[in-house]
């Protein structure tokens, strides 16, 4: 099947420079995608976006140039609840991927367990209007307890704004909580402001909950741009993730986001995002917990 991208869409960056930083060993990207490729896996009827494609074999090329030994594969919402594509990119990876999936209240337990066995250890649900449509709260609560008997976490996805309407579904779900990419704060508001305290508090009274400090290149307002060699980009963002990192140091991940969807202004060039890390965990027992143990206590328990 031919797909047509999106209009505008900006397709990854290709040739990343090679990071300044350079990561411990065994260190994880903790969040990132593979769309497609299309011909190979159809994005879903119900997407809100077309990608361009970006494959295992380009993100595990990524993965090496970088410098990062182990991925986790988040489902993006253009493939819907169809998780082939994901699940290829586990299957190909010498176990060195884990991925976390999107599922509907049909899906059968000989389902789930078939994804497990393949490395999917959490599933995600999406809040943010512009990517996904309305999913009934108890749909999805009956999906997390039965993911839970897996060991499984849950990944949420929201924006800041909504966490106050969200907040009662969060707090009663009986797993582990991951968080994409902060909650994604307003950055034009203090840090000390009462929308990212409300995030802090979340954190603060729910020991289950982690919190990817990922993707400043989608929060950034003022940037400047992860291009052109910028060694301090993102300044806006810094002040967040940074506060995050530093309160609770024992659940936090990162990941590069790779390949970037619906980024409207800028793509970044990925090498200088790893450069980004350690202006937000700025000592190397930081770095150590934020891009090997968390992961690793996560994902690759057996192995940590
Ligand atoms: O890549 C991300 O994590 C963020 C996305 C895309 C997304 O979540 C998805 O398509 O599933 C976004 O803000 O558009």
Same mark, same amino acid.
């Given at each position: ?7 505008? %869409?900006?397709? %990854? =960056? ?8 350079? /990561?411990p ?13 299309? $011909? ?12 361009? !494609? ?5 993100? =595990? ?7 990062? $030994? ?23 990876? !010498? ?21 497990? !066995? ?23 609560? &009956?999906? $997390? ?6 060991? %499984? ?10 966490? @106050? &309407? ?6 009663? #779900? ?16 203090? /840090? ?48 967040? $993730?940074?506060?995050?990192? &530093? ?9 590069? !986001? %790779? ?8 793509? @970044?060039?990925?090498?200088?995002? /790893? ?6 965990a700025?000592?190397p027992?930081l770095q150590q917990?934020l891009l /090997?143990?968390?992961?690793?206590? #996560?994902?690759? @328990?057996?192995?940590?």
């Amino acid at each position: 099947m031919e797909f047509q991208k999106t209009p505008g %869409w900006l397709d %990854w =960056y290709s040739g990343p420079s090679a990071p300044r930083f350079k /990561v411990p060993a065994g260190a994880v990207d903790a969040h990132c995608h593979v769309f497609g490729p299309g $011909a190979e896996y159809p994005y879903a009827a119900e997407r809100k976006y077309t990608p361009c !494609d970006a494959s295992r074999k380009q993100l =595990y090329a990524l993965r090496d140039h970088l410098g990062f $030994a182990r991925n986790v594969v988040v489902q993006a919402t253009c493939h819907g609840a169809d998780n082939r594509a994901m699940i290829d990119a586990l299957v190909h990876s !010498d176990g060195r991927a884990r991925g976390i999936a999107t599922v509907k209240r049909s899906v059968s337990d000989a389902e789930l367990q078939a994804m497990h !066995d393949c490395g999917v250890r959490g599933v995600r649900f999406n809040f943010v209007r512009r990517l996904v449509d309305f999913t009934p709260r108890d749909e999805l609560m &009956e999906i $997390a307890g039965r993911i839970a008997t897996l060991g %499984w976490h849950v990944v949420i996805y929201f924006e800041a704004v909504d966490l @106050p &309407e969200l907040w009662d579904f969060f707090t009663a #779900l009986p797993t582990t909580i991951v968080v994409d990419h902060m909650g994604r704060p307003d950055v034009t508001k203090p /840090v000390n402001g009462p929308e990212f305290e409300l995030f802090m508090k979340f954190m603060r009274q729910h020991p289950n909950v982690w919190s990817k400090v990922s993707c400043p290149e989608r929060l950034s307002v003022a940037g400047p741009p992860a291009l052109n060699g910028e060694q301090n980009a993102y300044r806006d963002v810094l002040p967040f $993730a940074r506060r995050i990192v &530093e309160m609770f140091p024992d659940r936090v991940l990162w990941g590069t !986001d %790779w390949p970037h969807p619906n980024l409207k202004d800028h793509m @970044p060039d990925d090498g200088l995002l /790893v450069d980004f890390i350690p202006h937000i965990a700025t000592t190397p027992e930081l770095q150590q917990k934020l891009l /090997v143990d968390n992961p690793m206590r #996560l994902y690759w @328990p057996e192995v940590s």
